[in-house]
């Protein structure tokens, strides 16, 4: 797990990673207190809510707790967002355990069973109306100028091994099969804003290019605006692949530290 970039989504104060974390909550129960916030148990309501609470009458809704527990042990908000990709580890569990609950209703009671299916069906449409998963209302409105950007991916050759925005990167993936959101030792042309609106980037990823620049291993050949374009060198015998943050000892495996 050392050399997981995701590994980060368990760091806590008590304990640094996913293995540590469930070893601290198995030896020290109280420690669970501080999973039990508001953000974790409204993204469980808006789980079960839409479907009547039907998964809790149903034994296969047992199956969704380890996809669950992944997903409510982090300590980054980002994966107990029903739109973000991470719900897909359990959800579909819920899904199988209401269908099973409602054959068990129906093949006794018909009636009932189509009266929760109707419940659940008009709490569905509610929470398209006032509480969209997909949340369309932020992802269709762009959170950055898009024209700076733009004049910077043009100055990277197709197929380079690029570093961007998570953002930037849904539009040029296809056009950059090898183009990744993680700083990764095998890049070799990063595009990026001095000012981008994340958390994450400015925090871990912008002092890391600076070091970057610094040690002569990327060099800046554009500038459009607050973007820029950097050409880099990939690590000595980084493939693709292997991502571990460069100058980051928490990502990095044995066997990459000893051989700095």
């Known amino acids: 797990?050392?050399?997981?970039?995701?590994?980060?989504?368990?760091?806590?104060?008590?304990?640094?990673?996913?293995?540590?974390?469930?070893?601290?909550?198995?030896?020290?129960?109280?420690?669970?207190?501080?999973?039990?916030?508001?953000g974790r148990s409204t993204y469980v309501l808006e789980a079960l809510v839409p479907l009547a609470f039907l998964?809790?009458?149903s034994w296969w809704g047992v199956l969704a707790l380890p996809g669950a527990a992944i997903v409510l042990l982090?300590?980054?908000?980002?994966?107990?967002?029903?739109?973000?990709?991470?719900a897909a580890l359990w959800i579909p569990w819920l899904l199988v355990a209401t269908l099973a609950a409602l054959v068990r209703i129906?093949?006794?009671r018909p009636g009932r069973a189509e009266r929760w299916t109707t419940v659940a069906l008009a709490l569905c449409v509610v929470f398209l109306i006032a509480l969209n998963p997909t949340h369309a209302g932020h992802y269709l409105k762009a959170?950055?100028?898009?024209?700076?950007?733009?004049?910077?991916?043009?100055?990277v050759p197709p197929g380079a091994?690029?570093?961007?925005?998570?953002?930037?990167?849904?539009?040029?993936?296809?056009?950059?099969?090898?183009?990744?959101?993680?700083?990764?030792?095998?890049?070799?042309?990063?595009?990026?804003?001095d000012?981008?609106?994340?958390?994450?980037?400015?925090?871990?990823?912008?002092p890391a290019l600076a070091r970057e620049v610094a040690t002569g291993r990327a060099a800046v050949i554009g500038t459009f605006g607050e973007v820029t374009v950097?050409?880099?060198?990939?690590?000595?015998?980084?493939?693709?692949?292997?991502?571990?943050?460069?100058?980051?000892?928490?990502?990095?495996?044995?066997?990459?530290?000893?051989?700095?």
């Open 161 to 193: 091994r690029l570093l961007t925005h998570d953002e930037w990167f849904t539009h040029v993936a296809l056009q950059y099969p090898a183009a990744t959101v993680f700083f990764c030792p095998y890049v070799d042309y990063v595009v990026y804003a």
């Open 106 to 108: 129906g093949a006794t």
């Open 230 to 260: 950097y050409r880099r060198t990939p690590n000595p015998g980084a493939r693709i692949g292997a991502c571990v943050t460069p100058g980051n000892t928490h990502y990095r495996t044995l066997r990459e530290t000893l051989g700095d």
């Open 55 to 57: 998964p809790l009458f």
């Open 74 to 86: 982090s300590s980054d908000g980002v994966a107990w967002r029903m739109g973000s990709h991470y």
């Open 1 to 38: 797990m050392g050399s997981w970039e995701p590994s980060r989504f368990y760091d806590y104060s008590f304990a640094q990673g996913p293995v540590a974390v469930v070893v601290a909550l198995l030896s020290h129960p109280a420690y669970v207190t501080q999973f039990l916030t508001l």
């Open 195 to 206: 000012d981008f609106p994340n958390g994450y980037f400015q925090s871990e990823i912008k």
């Open 143 to 155: 959170i950055y100028p898009t024209a700076d950007a733009r004049k910077a991916l043009a100055l």
